[in-house]
């Protein structure tokens, strides 16, 4: 037997996961199983983890979704700055 079929007997099925979210934000990417959760409430709590801009755009599945928007398990949840936008104030 090869090394490499002696490597895959070892791992263990995985598990599923419920109620998983994927969550994006610049270059920060996670899963996280926050469905039943709004967008409202994952921003707030993922603001200073992934440093989440408030001016943000909430978008789910490539959609803009309002802070009062319950994720449902598949969900992609993503915030996003504008094209062009910079970090300072607009005058």
Do not use: C
């Amino acid at each position: 037997m090869s090394r490499l079929t002696d490597l895959t007997r070892l791992k263990k099925p995985a598990q599923a996961r419920t109620g998983q979210v994927k969550i994006s934000y610049g270059v920060h990417s996670l899963e996280a199983g926050i469905a039943g959760q709004s967008v409202g409430e994952v921003r707030q709590a993922l603001k200073e983890p992934l440093n989440i801009d408030p001016r943000a755009l909430a978008l789910v599945n490539g959609r803009d979704a309002a802070a009062s928007y319950v994720l449902k398990e598949g969900d992609q949840l993503e915030f996003v700055r504008l094209a062009g936008e910079k970090g300072g104030r607009l005058w």
